[in-house]
């Protein structure tokens, strides 16, 4: 199933952000870093500082030599991370599938979104006219169906630009670019393969995979993958957990079945509760134990189908502890219970059954969306867009369903 990928990342951030807020930076070659007299370097060049040979690394001192002119800002990184947060809420408002990978830089899986937004590229324009419109940054977008091919997308798109790469162009797309371009080679590595004779990803996607693990151990294997855009990693969501449980410690330790029982159902109640409020189904479920003499055990069951019911987890509980207590007989001194494997909603759709149930998952999604971007509320350069991509209605746009092909 091709998926559509995008990777969106802001441009010269640090110092755009300075730009935004004082309006005389504009236009200017501007660093971010520190003093031009300190050790420090550059963290963020503006576009005119670049064109001077300017970028992050360099040494203040020698950015200062290239381009006197430039202006100096020491930076501060809570108006950065205040950015960086209002530019997450944005993509979020685009789609729930979203994966944030430093301050300015996300991945966004927009898989069947074409049906939400018109097309993927509309998607983009109106994703960069928000991001313009209320944070005055500008943003690169690359699209593709995978991670890696968005990712170098975006970077060649730069600055202020939106690159899609068709689902079966990605081989085209990457084989002329210089090696550097692929995540994962830095220096040393591109020396190691110039000398090999390999300057363009093309030449090191036909390089027998073997040969690239003898010269770069296991990452030899995700280079020639990445060469040929073969990545299938998924658009992990930032989970709030991995994993929820309660646990109870006895006033006095115990041996009485009702009491542990009791216990048992009133911590799974706890941990159900939390798990329907997360939205995440588990796939998990541990007993943990600890005796009079502390030794402490967990007892672990894999469900067969992904659950989030107290009922489940109380009844698997209890088996696990019937087990656990016919094995040992000691007085507990603490009993818990835990879920694990949580299913993100948009991940668990391959797993379930019925179309119908598919509908409801992706309803869900889509309700998520409509409640941030409360489309009759925009009042922005894009509602022009939205308005010939949805239909209006008393209410508003109406929002039609992504494809299932998720
Ligand atoms: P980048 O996205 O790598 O750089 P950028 O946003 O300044 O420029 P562009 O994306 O247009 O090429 O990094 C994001 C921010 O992270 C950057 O503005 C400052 C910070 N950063 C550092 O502090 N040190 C560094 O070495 C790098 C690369 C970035
Ligand atoms: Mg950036």
Do not use: W
Request: overall charge positive; proline content about 5%.
């Amino acid at each position: 199933m091709t998926r559509t990928i995008m990777h969106i990342d802001l441009d010269a951030f640090f110092v755009s952000v300075e730009q935004a807020l004082n309006p005389e930076l504009q236009g200017k070659p501007v660093v971010v870093g520190g003093r031009p007299a300190g050790r420090g370097v550059v963290a963020s060049a503006s576009y005119q500082a670049r064109a001077f040979g300017l970028h992050a690394g360099m040494p203040l001192i020698t950015a200062c030599r290239l381009c006197p002119r430039a202006i100096f800002i020491e930076g501060s990184f809570p108006k950065y991370r205040d950015a960086s947060q209002r530019f997450m809420a944005i993509l979020a408002d685009f789609s729930p599938y979203l994966e944030p990978v430093s301050l300015d830089e996300a991945y966004l899986d927009a898989t069947g979104f074409e049906s939400i937004y018109g097309s993927i590229h509309h998607m983009a324009v109106a994703i960069k006219q928000r991001i313009k419109d209320e944070l005055g940054l500008y943003a690169s977008v690359g699209i593709a169906s995978c991670k890696v091919v968005a990712k170098i997308a975006a970077e060649l798109s730069k600055p202020d630009g939106l690159l899609e790469v068709s689902a079966g162009k990605e081989h085209s797309f990457l084989a002329p670019l210089p090696i550097a371009k692929l995540p994962g080679i830095g220096r040393k590595s591109e020396r190691i393969l110039n000398g090999l004779g390999i300057h363009t990803i093309g030449k090191l996607s036909i390089m027998p995979p073997t040969a690239l693990k003898s010269h770069f151990g296991a990452s030899g294997e995700l280079l020639h993958r990445f060469a040929n855009a073969i990545d299938d990693r998924q658009v992990e969501l930032p989970s709030a957990a991995k994993s929820i449980s309660r646990e109870t410690t006895f006033g006095k330790d115990t041996q009485d079945r009702s009491l542990l029982k009791a216990t048992l159902r009133y911590l799974s109640e706890r941990v159900g509760s939390e798990l329907r409020q997360q939205g995440k189904p588990a796939r998990c479920i541990t007993l943990k134990l600890r005796y009079a003499d502390f030794t402490t055990i967990t007892r672990r069951h894999t469900l067969s189908q992904t659950s989030d019911s107290d009922q489940t987890i109380f009844d698997t509980g209890l088996k696990l502890l019937n087990r656990a207590r016919a094995q040992e007989k000691q007085p507990v001194r603490l009993i818990g219970i835990g879920v694990s494997n949580l299913v993100e909603p948009g991940k668990q759709l391959d797993m379930l059954d019925t179309s119908a149930q598919r509908q409801e998952q992706l309803n869900r999604a889509i309700d998520r969306i409509r409640k941030k971007y409360g489309f009759t509320a925009i009042q922005t350069g894009q509602t022009l867009l939205l308005k010939e991509i949805f239909p209006t209605s008393e209410e508003g746009y109406t929002l039609q369903t992504p494809s299932l092909s998720r």
